[in-house]
């Protein structure tokens, strides 16, 4: 089974700075086949980046994905306020279809 | 705007038997591959089955094979789950969840419902 590990566990930011999350997968992921998810308290996850770069629709390009093999992350360019929530990777190549254990970014 | 509403979860005893229902709107249902994924505080999100357009093909976790049947209503624009043998370790927040990609799916998920909540306990 492939296991995504995330890091930082919680980082602590504030509004206007710079977020860079990271997910190390256990073999290597296709980039077409990671994404991430950002959740907020009592809401279901919302899709924010597929095939490792692209913005799923209506999300603001302040948020950017990369990376390839087994190192991927994402980029929040500028923090708002609404950004402060969890992420989580996921993998979509291997059946077991994983998430990441999440990276929650909190108001410093 | 895409919807989907999830019902039918509760409080069950184990080795007890529930059926969730995904009532979906604001998109073309037959279109897509739907799924099922389920959350806890201690293991996470987790990925608990999934089904094609047509219903064809099925695919669920190791976790609950055997246990659970996925399937779905196109006529209906509705998503199931019949869960059996109810574990204790099945006690979650169940999502239904729309696939990205059209027919067979990509497994990435772009429109969830609010959950439901499922608790095995006597």
């Known amino acids: 089974e492939i296991v995504l590990t995330q890091s930082p566990g919680t980082l602590s930011l504030s509004p206007g700075e710079r977020a860079t999350l990271s997910c190390r997968a256990s073999q290597i992921v296709s980039s077409s086949y990671l994404a991430w998810y950002q959740q907020k308290p009592g809401q279901a996850p919302r899709l924010l980046i597929y095939?490792?770069?692209s913005r799923a629709t209506g999300i603001p390009d302040r948020f950017s994905g990369s990376g390839s093999g087994t190192d991927f992350t994402l980029t929040i360019g500028r923090l708002e306020p609404e950004d402060f929530a969890v992420y989580y990777c996921?993998?979509?190549?291997?059946?077991?279809?994983?998430f990441g254990q999440g990276t929650k970014l909190e108001i410093k | 705007e895409v919807q989907l509403v999830e019902s039918g979860g509760g409080l069950v005893q184990p080795g007890g038997s529930l059926r969730l229902s995904c009532a979906a709107s604001?998109?073309?249902?037959?279109?897509?591959?739907m799924h099922w994924v389920r959350q806890t505080p201690e293991k996470g999100l987790e990925w608990v089955s999934g089904i094609s357009w047509n219903s064809v093909y099925t695919g669920y976790a190791d976790s609950v094979k055997g246990r659970f049947t996925i399937s779905r209503d196109n006529a209906k624009n509705s998503l199931y789950l019949q869960m059996n043998s109810l574990r204790a370790e099945d006690t979650a927040l169940y999502f239904c969840?729309?696939?990205?990609?059209?027919?067979?799916?990509?497994?990435?998920?772009?429109?969830w419902g609010q959950g439901i909540v499922v608790t095995v306990s006597s």
């Open positions: 996921q993998q979509s190549g291997f059946s077991s279809y994983s």
């Open positions: 095939g490792a770069s």
């Open positions: 604001g998109f073309t249902f037959d279109d897509y591959a």
């Open positions: 969840a729309k696939d990205h990609e059209q027919w067979f799916g990509s497994h990435i998920f772009d429109y």
